[in-house]
């Protein structure tokens, strides 16, 4: 299966069909509202101002795996974010991204990009970047900023 082939659900609760994004290139990050990565959200929002009309779509995942630091409800954690960030991409229902319960779209990007520990997402704000064929072709640790991706990003719009 790739990407694309998955449906998800929105925090509203709709089902999305991630085909919808076929064709363009897709930045796939699990979030928290409450870790000392969320300001990233403010970076995420900037890429997501300029480039969207080129073709990026970011994709939301919020989890609360680690560290419980995103324990809100769906509604909650889009509050959050539209109120303290401004943020217009889509985001998507609360997920796991590792163990028995995880989204098989996380266990497909893990698998097409494992990390450098083994495959298993460590933490809030891990970054998957697709390219416009449906491949994972990076995967960025929390550490690394949306502004550091921007290049790479451009490279591939």
């Known amino acids: 299966m790739g990407i694309c082939d998955f449906t998800m659900k929105l925090a509203d609760g709709t089902q999305r069909s ?8 897709l930045l796939i990050v699990n979030t ?17 101002g300029r480039y969207h009309a080129a073709g990026l779509e970011i994709l939301d995942f919020p989890c609360n795996q680690f560290g419980h630091q995103a ?8 509050s959050f974010c539209r109120l303290h960030y401004s943020t217009s991409f889509p ?3 609360k997920i796991d991204v590792n163990g028995a319960q995880e989204a098989p779209l ?18 809030n704000f891990t970054k998957f970047l697709v390219d416009r064929e449906g491949r ?4 960025f640790a929390p550490t690394v900023t949306p502004e550091q991706m921007e290049e790479k990003i451009r490279q591939l719009l």
């Not at 994972?136 to 995967?139: A, E, L, Q």
């Open 18 to 25: 991630l085909s919808e994004y076929r064709g363009k290139v």
């Open 106 to 123: 996380y266990t497909c990007l893990k698998k097409e990009k494992g990390g450098v520990l083994g495959s298993a997402v460590k933490w």
């Open 91 to 93: 985001q998507f229902s």
């Open 136 to 139: 994972v072709v990076g995967r």
């Open 32 to 48: 928290a509202t409450g870790c000392g990565f969320t300001p990233q959200y403010e970076g995420l929002e900037k890429l997501n």
């Open 71 to 78: 324990p809100g409800t769906d509604e909650e954690i889009v």
